[in-house]
């Protein structure tokens, strides 16, 4: 049985999200695995958008290669539908139907919504679907699912219409679909709604003559399953580490930990602040942990570019914050709602000076979860920033995961804090003050006072300062808090080497001749890519990298030395990691090679696949929209 | 007994207690206005009854910025315009702090601009003390938002085209609840203005005029001054919002003709601070946030009891 790739497309606010999501659900509540992938435009109303469910009786961990069922509702808030396809945006009613057909596979399943997308419009848009169908063997249900929305409820619920036609289309059983909308509405609209589907499950099977072969796979889970996404993951990681505080301003993708957080800190105990800028954001993160709170903040580029001077001052005052950075395309305002790992080298090392901070970017959601736990852990113990990366991707992306996963004890240690009665027994200077910076600070940190403790006062400064806080230019003291800061970085690697579980993961035979080297978001669409290659016959492993400040080097470089050659795979231009990674190592240059994408839009295996067969090939074609770089000496 | 021993403590305090055991030595030039803020402020704290244990002053950068240096209490000397946003968190995370924050004309008007208005929107119960000497002093006599129109300085060659900053004006439209300007060459008024900014139960905001004897020579020791509220010819309601416009309005334009007036002009007692009004919607807990994180016996709340939502 092959998995199911659904693709549900209408315009920005038509409900796209919250259809597929329930969707999602009920595959998942029937036992199968599943996986979304979002895809939308800046704007408010209308434009092209889409989610995809990818669900299977076996583990799916990433988007698949294209997609097989398309439920087009066309765009509802299409400002120019009568215009034809020559205008600045084309025509946009038509563009959910006719913008993702080039990536619908062989034998897929179409329906549209004829009640929108009638004959005529089809015809402008000059689409010559009959053509293409017969070509690719797709099979089309046109349906008026607007007509039957109106006729038993409002023209809105034509998505419930929509997904009715799905179940009906592929075998799938209403009973889960109808307990979620059970739980989410009542009343008038629960009845439309439920009418609706029925009616619409019912009309496709008296309608038509089902064709194609695609059914529902069908599965079982050991356990209670929960769907999450990369930044519900981040937020109740933050959560169970004892985090109360955040400060933000809305940016795209980053708004989604905010808004999560923003809803469940004060019901909590906590505190939320949306404020006037990111500097102030980041500033308000500061003064918050300085005065004794897990505090986080967070941005996506541009708003995490003004946290540069704060995150600086964290770095000087030895003040724990998180900070999450959710990239999207650049540079400047870039593509908004766009994924791409374009700001690794601005998160290593914006703000002036040396950088001392830790920097993880997750593979997915259960890595989200675990690292953000693992960056207040580091942040509080080594007082540091630390800063994990998500992105557009990995923000919005919904995974179903065992409920027991999240069955933790909360940790809220503020980390090297000190009590009263620690305080007076500690140094102090003779003015008075406590020794907060002290030269000689195990593993690097110094333990700290907070504002209200008695006998605690010190003074934190932006500016070089002795171990009491007091300004300071002498080089004496300069070299050595200097080299007592930098050494957290070392104290830190040593304890991430040393832990149960590493950050990096390994996939693939041990012996594999060939690896790929990947890092973020992009890690289990080529873990897939991996499974392909050795089905195919061919001999890959692939390292997933999280820790990219300190560098994991032994790890790194005992996979490099394993393989012949390596495939680095990012989502940049510059190919950031690979030169990170030989920065880190300063070898195994001739055996990185790149496979670098920036057209907005995240991997697919089989360009991981044909960009890999690059290395072994030299006459192999790059898929379209990627582009290889050779390695050095190539 | 509380994990911050040091709030609330009720007992003596001798002024002596806010001049560091060893005192720095003073980066400030002789004759320099921000000594009379240290000396007010000094003045001002046994009075409200805080210790330096329970006080927490963040400061910017410039001249002003080493007030935390010479001033004995927990300390935060930050970034240059930032003192507002990490004064305020601090504050949110321990209610029970006297947070003071303090910078310069171009700290606080140019460069943290933003804050300024934010926070005084917010009406945070904390205080703000801006060193107004007109100039940028620490970098060597730049023209500063403050600086009056035509003032001339080497990165304003011709004359400044600008109309200065209307401190108080701008304080008032955006939310202040206190608003006071004084002198450093009138220490008593300063005391008792300070005395009354950090009593006050929300956001209050002090100008206080620094004269720079190194880099605005020209300018002015802010002699002879007026205090307006004892002033016959100055007979205005603080607590009137028009009429504490009308009153800055005049002030900051009369300063630049060499007459400085000072004291209060804006007074709203009735206004809630930005916890009560967070506490009244429960976006803020009753005690404050950070004695948890030293509480023994807390308990913590599990994403896991969140689960639900996502089965």
Redesign the interface.
């Known amino acids: 049985m092959t998995d199911l790739m659904w693709r549900i497309a209408g315009g920005s606010g038509d409900g796209i999200d919250s259809t597929s999501q329930n969707f999602a659900?009920a595959l998942m509540?029937a036992g199968l695995d599943v996986f979304t992938h979002r895809h939308y435009p800046s704007r408010i109303r209308g434009g092209h958008t889409y989610v995809e469910v990818r669900a299977d009786e076996d583990p799916v961990r990433s988007r698949g290669n294209g997609f097989n069922f398309l439920l087009a509702l066309g765009d509802s808030f299409a400002r120019n539908p009568q215009e034809g396809t020559d205008t600045v945006y084309g025509n946009e009613q038509i563009k959910p139907l006719a913008e993702n057909l080039d990536d619908l596979n062989e034998g897929g399943v179409i329906v549209y919504d004829e009640g929108l997308l009638d004959e005529e419009t089809l015809e402008r848009a000059d689409l010559d679907l009959e053509a293409r169908a017969e070509e690719n063997d797709w099979h089309v249900y046109p349906l008026d699912l607007r007509g039957l929305a109106r006729e038993h409820g409002r023209e809105v619920m034509r998505n419930t219409a929509g997904v009715g036609a799905t179940a009906a289309l592929l075998d799938m059983d209403l009973d889960h679909i109808e307990d979620l909308m059970e739980d989410a509405m009542t009343g008038d609209v629960l009845e439309a709604n439920l009418d609706i589907l029925e009616r619409a499950y019912d009309s496709v099977r008296e309608e038509y003559e089902i064709s194609h072969d695609l059914r529902v796979p069908t599965g079982d889970h050991d356990e209670?399953?929960?769907?999450?996404s990369g930044s519900?993951a981040v937020?109740?990681?933050a959560?169970?580490e004892?985090c109360?505080?955040i400060?933000g301003y809305p940016m795209t993708p980053w708004t989604d930990v905010f808004t999560i957080l923003s809803q469940?800190l004060?019901k909590?105990?906590?505190?939320?602040?949306q404020?006037?800028?990111e500097?102030?954001?980041a500033?308000?993160?500061?003064?918050?942990?300085?005065?004794?709170?897990?505090?986080m903040s967070g941005s996506s580029g541009g708003g995490f570019a003004l946290m540069s001077?704060?995150l600086?001052?964290a770095e000087m005052?030895e003040t724990p914050i998180v900070l999450i950075e959710a990239m999207r395309a650049g540079p400047s305002t870039g593509m908004p709602t766009k994924p791409e790992q374009a700001d690794l080298e601005h998160i290593l090392y914006t703000s002036q000076g040396d950088s001392c901070r830790v920097v993880f970017a997750p593979a997915n959601v259960r890595e989200c979860y675990e690292q953000t736990r693992a960056a207040f852990r580091l942040a509080y113990e080594y007082q540091l920033p630390a800063i994990v990366i998500i992105d557009q991707k990995l923000s919005g992306e919904m995974r179903n995961v065992d409920?027991s996963f999240?069955?933790?004890?909360?940790n809220?240690d503020?980390g090297s804090?000190l009590?009263?009665d620690e305080i007076r027994e500690a140094a102090h200077?003779?003015?008075?003050?406590f020794k907060r910076y002290q030269h000689d600070a195990e593993n690097g940190a110094s333990p700290r006072s907070?504002?209200?403790?008695?006998?605690?006062?010190?003074?934190?400064?932006?500016?070089e300062h002795t171990p009491e806080?007091?300004?300071s230019e002498s080089p004496t003291n300069r070299v050595a808090q200097m080299d007592r800061r930098m050494s957290k970085l070392d104290s830190i690697r040593e304890e991430l080497d040393g832990g149960d579980e590493s950050h990096q993961t390994h996939y693939g035979p041990d012996d594999a001749d060939y690896g790929l080297l990947v890092w973020g978001s992009q890690q289990d669409t080529v873990f897939e890519a991996v499974d392909q290659l050795n089905e195919a016959g061919g001999s890959v492993k692939a390292l997933g990298v999280s820790d990219l400040m300190p560098y994991p080097e032994d790890e790194v470089s005992a996979f490099l030395e394993s393989v012949e050659s390596c495939l680095v795979v990012e989502m940049n231009a510059s190919a950031q990691f690979r030169g990170l990674t030989q920065k880190e190592l300063g070898r195994f240059g001739p055996k990185l090679n790149s496979l670098l994408k920036y057209n907005g839009e995240p991997f697919e295996p089989y360009e991981v696949v044909e960009g890999f067969e690059r290395i072994v090939s030299r006459d192999a074609a790059i898929p379209e929209g990627t582009k290889f770089v050779p390695a050095a000496g190539d | 007994m509380s994990?911050?021993?040091?709030?609330g403590?009720e007992r003596e305090i001798d002024r002596d207690e806010f001049t560091?055991?060893?005192e720095?030595q003073a980066t400030w030039c002789p004759g320099c206005g921000d000594f009379g803020v240290l000396k007010a402020l000094k003045q001002a704290m046994p009075e409200v009854g805080r210790t330096?244990?329970?006080?927490?002053l963040?400061t910017g950068?410039g001249c002003s910025g080493?007030l935390?240096?010479y001033f004995?209490?927990?300390?935060?000397?930050?970034?240059h315009g930032?003192s507002l946003?990490?004064?305020?968190?601090?504050?949110?995370?321990?209610p029970?702090?006297e947070v003071i924050a303090a910078g310069g004309d171009g700290d606080g008007y140019g460069i943290g601009g933003?804050?300024f208005?934010?926070t005084a929107r917010e009406n945070h119960d904390i205080t703000y003390i801006v060193f107004n000497n007109e100039i940028f002093g620490l970098t060597k006599g730049q023209t500063s938002p403050t600086s009056p129109k035509g003032h001339k300085s080497k990165t304003q060659p011709h004359g400044s085209a600008k109309d200065p900053v209307r401190p108080m004006s701008l304080s008032l439209a955006s939310g202040s609840s206190y608003i006071a300007r004084t002198a450093a060459v009138n220490p008593n008024q300063a005391k008792e203005i300070l005395i009354e900014a950090i009593e006050h139960d929300g956001f209050a905001h002090v100008d206080f005029l620094t004269q720079c004897p190194t880099w605005n020579k020209d300018a002015k020791q802010y002699v002879p001054y007026t205090d307006v509220q004892d002033s016959d010819e100055f007979d205005f309601d603080v607590t009137d919002r028009r009429e504490a416009a009308d009153a800055m309005y005049d002030a900051e334009s009369r300063l630049y003709e060499g007459e400085v007036l000072t004291g209060r002009f804006y007074v709203d007692e009735e206004r809630p601070s930005y916890t009560e009004e967070?506490q009244a919607t429960?976006?803020?807990?009753e005690a404050p946030?950070?004695e948890?994180?030293?509480d023994e016996d807390?308990e913590?709340?599990?994403?896991?009891d969140?689960?639900h939502h996502?089965?």
């Open positions: 659900k509540r209670q399953q929960v769907l999450m519900n937020a109740y990681g959560i169970d004892g109360r505080f400060s469940h004060p909590f105990g906590g505190i939320a602040e404020v006037e800028d500097i102030a954001a500033s308000l993160a500061v003064g918050a942990s300085h005065a004794g709170v897990k505090a001077e704060p600086g001052l005052t409920e999240f069955d933790r004890e909360p809220a503020p804090v009590t009263e200077h003779e003015s008075g003050k907070i504002p209200g403790q008695k006998d605690g006062r010190f003074l934190a400064s932006g500016n806080g007091h300004i | 994990v911050f021993s040091a709030i403590e560091p055991g060893i720095p330096p244990d329970e006080t927490l963040v950068i080493k935390s240096s004995e209490s927990y300390g935060f000397h930050s970034i930032r946003p990490v004064a305020r968190a601090a504050k949110l995370a321990n029970g702090l933003n804050h208005m934010h967070k429960d976006e803020m807990p946030l950070a948890r994180y030293l807390s913590w709340e599990r994403s896991a969140l689960l996502h089965r």
